[in-house]
Nanobody, 127 residues
Framework: QAQLVQSGGGSVQPGGSLRLSCAAS????????IGWFRQAPGKSREGVSC????????YYIDSVKGRFTISRDNSKNTVTLQMNNLKPEDTAVYYC????????????????????WGQGTQVTVSS
């Protein structure tokens, strides 16, 4: 069964760091763009950071630029989101998603259909 399995997340104080991982099972990520999305209580889901099937293209929303880093390791079939200097407004359920051969910008566009979604993981930033 093809699926994305997420790990990481949890609770941290403001200024802390967390790492999210998204591993593909049942298919290879090589030709897939991957994105990280989040949904805070009472808010719409938004694209946070996305990476193309080539590691040299990525996209970040303004609010996470300089704090979050997306990376991929196709040999391990995994994409990682390193989140540093976390803020309370980063609190949300985070989801990864994959789509076949698309740009990072289109990957982060939620009007575009995604082939696979992860199960979601809670990130809470609070003092």
């Amino acid at each position: 069964q093809a699926q994305l399995v997420q790990s990481g997340g949890g609770s941290v104080q403001p200024g802390g760091s967390l790492r999210l991982s998204c591993a593909a099972s049942g298919f290879g990520l090589t030709y897939y763009a991957i994105g990280w999305f989040r949904q805070a209580p009472g808010k719409s889901r938004e694209g946070v950071s996305c990476i193309g099937e080539n590691d040299d293209e990525s996209y970040y929303i303004d609010s996470v630029k300089g704090r979050f880093t997306i990376s991929r390791d196709n040999s391990k079939n995994t994409v990682t989101l390193q989140m540093n200097n976390l803020k309370p407004e980063d609190t949300a359920v985070y989801y990864c998603a994959a789509d076949f051969i698309t740009t990072p910008q289109d990957m982060c566009d939620l009007t575009q259909k995604k082939d696979y979604w992860g199960q979601g993981t809670q990130v809470t930033v609070s003092s």
